[in-house]
């Protein structure tokens, strides 16, 4: 009798360590919702500047980083309106904000925003000519729930097909990640489609999260014809993609959504 109850409580005590290491297992286990979005500077296609169609998209996603494209600050054309600090508000996350360019009345440029806070924050100015709109990369260091530190870059490329200037861009976000030893992320409007020059510098140092034997398009909204949009991760090791998904509004912008769930894995 003795020896059938300890049996018993043997395997007992087996079954609560695989309990409980499945448990901590899922602690573990790291995942982030990432999203870019060029938002049309907040205007949308009907023009009105209703920024409640463009949070919804952005909140039905539930991101927990975003890289914003095409973000006004006070300028004539969105009535002087902060949208940066509006959609940041609507969407419930920390925002920042980089100025690519003095534009009617106010500023032009970028923002990332983030379901935390942020560590460091940077801008990098791109290469390009000076008769050419100036572009940007805006760099931001956070702390993940876990405790993992990473990067995320978002960016705008050049929209002028066959651009000399993209290809500089391209090689200059590139050389970001010399000097950098932890996790890192790419995400924005690259304006090139997948097998271009432009991507294949970028392909180069970065993995792409886009199914390369049929890439999704995402741009424009209302009919997409070809992929522009893109998150790119570095290192390879330490990221696993466990879904994408391209989302269209046509009135939100001009652009698709593009969603990409990524898990971190462990270091070595």
């Known amino acids: 009798m003795r020896t059938a109850v300890r049996i018993i ?21 790291t995942v982030l919702r990432v999203l870019t979005y060029n938002i049309l500077h907040g205007a949308t296609t009907n023009r009105d500047n209703d920024l409640d169609v463009v949070a919804n998209v952005i909140n039905q996603l539930k991101p927990d980083i975003v890289a914003l494209q095409e973000m006004d600050y006070r300028t ?5 309106r902060d949208i940066n600090t509006e959609l940041a508000l609507k969407t419930q996350m920390s925002s920042i904000f980089a100025k690519a360019v003095d534009l009617d009345g106010g500023e032009y440029g970028q923002s990332i925003f983030y379901r935390g806070s942020f560590l460091e924050t940077g801008k ?3 290469p390009g000519a000076p008769d050419k709109e100036p572009r940007i990369a805006v760099t931001a260091k956070i702390i993940l729930p876990a405790g993992d530190t990473i990067q995320f870059i978002g960016t705008h490329l050049d929209h002028v097909v066959n651009s000399p200037d993209r290809l500089k861009q391209a090689t200059k976000i590139n050389a970001l990640l010399e000097n950098v030893k932890i996790p890192t992320i790419l995400a924005g409007d690259l304006n090139d489609v997948p097998g271009s020059e432009t991507i294949s510098i970028f392909e180069s140092a970065w993995t792409s999260t886009y199914d390369k034997e049929d890439p999704e398009p995402t741009f424009p909204s209302h009919a997409p014809a070809k992929k522009i949009d893109y998150v790119m991760f570095s290192p390879s090791h330490r990221w696993k993609v ?3 998904k391209v989302i269209c509004h046509t009135i939100a912008s001009d652009h698709c959504a593009y969603l990409v769930v990524l898990e971190l894995l462990p270091g070595e």
Do not use: P
């Open 124 to 126: 990098i100015d791109l």
């Open 242 to 244: 466990l879904e994408t």
């Open 76 to 80: 004539n054309r969105v009535q002087k």
């Open 9 to 29: 409580f043997l395997f007992l005590c087996y079954l609560f360590s695989l309990s409980g290491n499945s448990q901590e297992e899922a602690k573990e286990k």
